[in-house]
């Protein structure tokens, strides 16, 4: 009865692990595969298909782009929930159910319609945006707000931010000194979480990229998706580039809320 | 006295809402107006109330498309729940402490994880070339061209499940951690079998936080693009596929029919998104 039990489980925990691997060992080898099509194992090995697609300038431009948006995106959602959070937390707690209902909104907008809501509205109004990598950033903030608000927010339910901020002031510290050097210290495990999240949202991102502003400004992902239908092996190095700054970046996440703060919650965003 | 003190304090009050002020104008900005932007002209034909755009949504080609779409998603999402639990069961059940960490890190990093590569990834394995589709081809299941193709819609659900998966099973650890051994126990020494424990005691403790699972997991692949483009094109009939061909190109010439097929879309994400929120609280409250 007990074996029969452990092998069931073994079972089921050999299947997933082989459902979730498989995929991104395959992409590996195939890319540095001769030819592996016709036979179980690939007809040799080469470098070929990386040193081609790493080579083109649109590798570094879309690279360099992609870096751009994700960090402009990170840098601006903690500039604008950090201080958000914390005071609601501090002196606005009735507002935080309008903030909440603020960061769960995106969970309910498919990427498609996002692009066409801020396309149909920016369009009518005399604001340089649409068409610009800034409208690109704008709607990132968007999709990527509940990733950066919930790690700050459980970071600031979890110290004591009236002491701390009582303490800070007593001592003659005024409100961006506290905010600076007492609280965000203090939430710093909870700040980086949001925005290594927030990054690799944004690095992944190809539905808001590819209609807001397209082939005027191509990242990553958007390279990516031409090369799959013009060339798969050099499509599968980009694949895998993108799998391991994923993986990196989740695997940092969770490292980090090993050290210390709470895990960082994340929801999927497809 | 108290009158102006409470008076002066409650200004204080209001006073302190400026600081939120950036963050409401943002969400206000690029949430909030847009969305409204987009419900009004979905409402309307040469500036009159109207319903007529949402009748032209309703033709043949774009009903199947939401057929299309909802199917997937339920079916993923089905599939997603029943095999996430399972896997998730295994994993909080397992005695080493250093496989459950590590299988729950590769949930957290999945499940993240979409768009083109992970299409990519997928004709690698199972596209007419890819190595399991030789490997069943030698053991004599020749998936191509009849039995199954990775560029059509079941081929989709089976790349979703890669991130539905780790999502399911990220959501219902906490709830499976939360079923008591005495429960059990207690089930047990009253004379319940195992399966009548799981059917009476269990699932009913488990059914809110399953409910909002295969809520949320709805909502994530009905959202979803990338994937779908990446692996199939203009191939397989989503709505998100349609709306996103609007927005590139038909979007001038019929503007409000876009609009209306979002409406339509955001209606049944909004129900998905409220009830996972409203059984969400509910767990919550019945774990207390």
Known sequence: MKNDRGIWRIVVLTLFLMFMIVPFLATVLFSISVRWDRTLWPEGLTLEWWDKVTSRSAFETTLTNSFIVSFATMFALALLVTPTAYWAHMRVPRGKPFIEFLTIIPFGIPGVVLALALIRFYSQVPLPLINTPSILVAACMVIALPFMYRPVANALDAIDIHGLTEAAQSLGAGLGQTLLRVIVPNIMPGIISGCLLVFSTVFAEFTLANLLVGTRFKTFPIYLVEFTRFDGRQASALAVISFVIAWLTSLLIIWIAGRGGRPAESLGAR | ?288
């Open chain 2, 1 to 288: 006295m108290t009158n102006r003190v409470r008076s002066r304090k409650s200004i204080k009050g209001l006073w302190a809402w400026l600081g939120l002020v950036p963050f409401f104008l943002f969400g206000i900005a690029f949430e909030i107006i847009p969305v409204l932007t987009l419900a009004r002209s979905s409402l309307t034909a040469r500036d009159t109330f109207t319903l007529q755009n949402f009748e032209r949504a309703l033709t043949p080609i774009f009903i199947e498309s939401f057929r299309n779409s909802i199917q997937l998603s339920a079916a993923t999402a089905f599939l997603g729940v029943v095999f996430g639990t399972l896997v998730a069961y295994a994993i909080i059940t397992t005695r080493s402490v250093w496989v459950r960490n590590a299988l729950t890190a590769l949930a957290d990093v999945t499940t993240n994880f979409g768009g083109a590569p992970l299409a990519f990834a997928f004709i690698v394995v199972l596209g007419s070339t890819g190595i399991v589709t030789l490997i069943l081809k030698m053991i004599g299941i020749t998936l191509y061209p009849d039995l199954f193709r990775i560029y059509s819609i079941q081929g989709l659900a089976v790349a979703y499940l890669y991130f539905q998966l780790p999502l399911m099973i990220l959501l219902i650890i906490p709830s499976l951690l939360g079923l008591r051994r005495e429960w059990r126990e207690a089930a047990i020494n009253l004379g319940a079998s195992a399966a009548q424990y799981w059917l009476r005691v269990a699932l009913p403790i488990l059914l809110p936080s399953l409910l909002g699972g295969f809520l949320l997991l709805f909502a994530n692949s009905f959202g979803a693009y990338a994937t779908a483009w990446t692996l199939t094109g203009p191939d397989v009939n989503l709505v998100t596929v349609q709306i996103a061909a609007l927005v590139r190109g038909e979007v001038q010439l019929d503007p409000a029919l876009a609009d209306a097929l979002a409406m339509l879309s955001l209606a049944i994400m909004t129900l998905c998104i409220a009830g996972y929120q409203w059984l969400g609280g509910r767990a919550r409250k019945e774990g207390r």
